[in-house]
């Protein structure tokens, strides 16, 4: 089980923010993003765009390292990946 490096980052902003202990976050296992997450992500996010979705940011960066990485997306958000699951591009846990 791990998360991205994307995550990392909200998390430890979401910390600092409020003063409370970074040690655990550090401590997790995250996946990198790379160039090839970065063209899937543009993919992802033009592909929703001719769809009418409009789904931008962060969402498609998780999606296309998980993608990337063939890994199991369980996000507490599911509604933020609705959009990329209807194109039967991400492997979304309900």
Do not use: W
């Amino acid at each position: 089980m791990a998360t991205t490096i994307i995550n990392v980052h909200g998390l430890l902003c979401g910390l600092k923010k409020y003063a409370k202990p970074v040690d655990e976050v550090t401590r997790l296992s995250a996946l990198d993003y790379t160039k090839k997450d970065a063209v899937l992500a543009a993919e992802i996010e033009l592909k929703t765009e001719v769809e009418g979705i409009m789904r931008c940011g962060t969402g498609v960066m998780i999606a296309a390292i998980t993608i990337n990485n063939k890994a199991r997306l369980c996000p507490f958000d599911q509604k933020h990946f609705q959009p990329i699951k209807a194109l039967n591009l991400l492997n979304l846990q309900l």
